[in-house]
């Protein structure tokens, strides 16, 4: 075999503040997070929501230290997973690729390329696929090997999605254990599965599989803890005016508790790594919401990060897909048509969910013509003479 590697594809956060305005624009400016149905609308939207949401953003990051821990723990678990793999006779490198902060992808494969790696395993640190996940970093490796014949000379091989994986699945079972042992009627206790949404439309137009393999991996994950505690599934994280996967976790929390429950184990489920998702999103806002809902117990689950049962798990991914024939890029899923952006209600008079949709289309258009102005010197304001 000749030299090998496995690039760990992962989302990437900011580190410092400052970047986290950057850092919004790189995710809204991805066709597969902003499904337009006008490419040439991508970049003058990623700045307009980059630029409205970045301080709400950064509050966010603010709590959890200024920001992400996302880096350190994926390049953590890229050593620990590069130690499992060494063996006598062959020394794997593990790099990471993250999609819209440092390391970017494109920088992980000029190492790669200087490494001369011959073989590659491409691994996204995602349990379950989505189109906007793993697909988007597929298509950006996509675009990558489609302009540089010298990675065409890689044999790579990807793999999709491993929620199914028995040791990933035993990993997140035995957290699971842990944290209820804490609580105080571990027989009963809820557990609480909280993933991140994505848009309705994704996965009913788009064909994204997200839903369905979330499902199976909270199935497997209960049948692994051999428990008959009731369980429950729901989706955070809602970004704009769409309707995303329901139910959402802040709505089936309070749904629990005005049922009576009183303890919760939350397990973040689609999460591999501490984030902003977990550390502020869950801790602070959930927690918040189910203190002050009647929920006496609020335990999180922590996500697997190093944990050795976890790295087992990855380990083994990786020896079966070369052992395995290859997948390519173009056998993962890819969106089947542009979904809707907007809410397909008719329009209401009132502050309605239209009338908001209709403002941002209206602030858009105005957007674009200003933008037009001043590019190309021609439009309303200069014939009016403001500028
Ligand atoms: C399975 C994981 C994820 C899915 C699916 C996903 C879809 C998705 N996300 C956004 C918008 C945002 N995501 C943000 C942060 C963020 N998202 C994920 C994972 C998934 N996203 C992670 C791991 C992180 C955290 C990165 C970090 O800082 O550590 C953010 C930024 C934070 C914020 O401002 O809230 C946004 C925005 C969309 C629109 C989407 C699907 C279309
Ligand atoms: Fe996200
Ligand atoms: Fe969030």
Known sequence: MGRVGVLLLNLGGPERPQDVRPFLYNLFSDPEILRLPAPWLQAPLAWLISTLRFQKSRKNYQKIGGGSPLRQITEAQALALQRRLQTQEQSIKVYVGMRYWHPFTQEAISQIKRDNIERLVILPLYPQFSISTSGSSFRELERLWQEDPQLQDIQYTVVPSWYHNPTYIRAMAAL????????????????????????????????????????????????????????????????????????????????????????????????????????????????????????????????????????????????????????????????????????????????????????????????????????????????????
């Not at 020896?319 to 969106?335: A, G, I, K, N």
Request: aromatic share 10%; with cysteine; hydrophobic share 40%.
């Open 176 to 387: 699971i254990e842990k944290t209820m042992a804490q609580v105080d009627d571990p027989q009963n206790v809820h557990v609480f599965f909280s993933a991140h949404g994505v848009p309705v439309s994704y996965v009913e137009e788009a064909g994204d599989p997200y839903q369905r393999e979330i499902e199976g991996c909270a199935q497997l994950i209960m049948q692994a803890l051999k428990r008959s505690n009731p369980y429950t599934l729901a989706y955070q994280s809602r970004v704009g005016p769409v309707e995303w996967l329901q139910p959402y976790t802040n709505e089936a929390i309070q749904e629990l508790a005005d049922q009576g429950t009183k303890e919760l184990v939350v397990v973040p489920i689609s999460f591999v790594s501490e984030h902003i998702e977990t550390l502020e999103e869950i801790d602070i806002e959930y927690r918040e919401v189910a203190l002050e809902a009647g929920i006496k117990t609020f335990a999180r689950v922590p996500a697997p990060d190093t944990d050795p049962v976890f790295i087992q798990a990855l380990e083994e991914i990786v020896t079966q897909s070369l052992e395995e024939p290859p997948t390519f890029f173009s056998e993962t899923v890819r969106p089947q048509k542009s979904v809707k952006l907007y809410p397909q209600e008719r329009w209401t008079w009132g502050i309605t969910t239209s009338a908001e949709v209709w403002n941002g289309r209206l602030a858009m258009l105005g957007l674009v013509a200003v933008l037009v102005e001043v590019w190309m010197g021609l439009g309303p304001f200069h014939l009016l003479g403001f500028m």
